[in-house]
């Protein structure tokens, strides 16, 4: 039996959110799924601290806001005091997931020519204990620019300060540049793969473009895995960013 399954290429997780599994059904496998990614993950850490990361994938529709969600809702619920952000800024989905306006948001942030802004004015504290989303906000028509900005790695250098980890929901790396410019500025990188959906070839470029900008890959996750003859379930493995590259042929 197939959890959650999605059709290829659909718009499903921008019009109804990502599947909170969780939150749903916390006792399933595949929650401990994300809980063993949460463990690997604190392992990559205990070096190297990481405070701010990202889930990226080379494409749309391989599951990363589904992976970004469930991820930050484990790490939430071991006690840390999490920030979300919804930096997809083409493709935004934790309004929805979380069932959140999203009137304003990130870009409400970046485009603010206010000196200060109250958080409490842009990010919806405790949606679940210990875990704090900010959305997207307006979809801008310069997303790049603004996730380059000036203003932008200032807000990261004190939302860092008030949060355990800060988890932001990036766009496909190989799709938009803003991935790029943005993942230079995170401790860590994770990627999605989604298995016979995510070309190789889309692998290696992906990989290669987060290394040009000087990005720690944490590792990856591989969901949408086949589990036998009655079809596909939503399972999730882990592998180190190292060996990504022999890893990917597995894909």
Request: glycine share 8%.
């Amino acid at each position: 039996m197939a959890l959650f399954r999605k059709k290829r290429g659909t718009n499903e997780t921008m019009k109804h959110g990502a599947k909170l599994i969780t939150i749903a059904k916390p006792k399933s496998p595949i929650a401990e799924q994300f809980r063993t990614i949460r463990t690997n993950i604190n392992f990559m850490s205990v070096d190297e601290k990481v405070k701010t990361m990202a889930f990226t994938s080379a494409n749309i529709s391989e599951g990363k806001s589904t992976v970004t969600a469930n991820v930050a809702i484990t790490m939430a619920q071991a006690g840390k005091k999490v920030l979300l952000i919804d930096a997809d800024l083409h493709r935004p989905t934790m309004h929805q997931t979380f069932e959140l306006r999203n009137a304003v948001g990130l870009t409400t942030v970046l485009t603010s020519e206010a000196d200060e802004i109250y958080m409490n004015q842009v990010v919806n504290a405790d949606v679940i204990p210990n875990l704090s989303v900010l959305t997207s906000g307006p979809i801008p028509p310069n997303p790049a620019e603004l996730l380059s900005s000036k203003r932008m790695k200032a807000f990261l250098k004190n939302v860092s300060s008030h949060y355990d980890v800060v988890i932001f929901d990036m766009a496909p790396i190989l799709e938009i540049s803003d991935s790029q410019v943005l993942a230079g500025e995170m401790d860590g990188i994770v990627l999605v793969v989604r298995q016979n959906v995510t070309q190789k070839a889309g692998i290696k470029r992906a990989v290669e473009m987060l290394k040009i900008s000087k990005t720690r890959i944490l590792g990856y996750i591989m969901n949408d895995v086949r589990t036998g003859a009655d079809g596909y379930g939503y399972g999730y493995g882990y592998g180190y960013g190292y060996g990504y590259e022999q890893d990917s042929k597995k894909a």
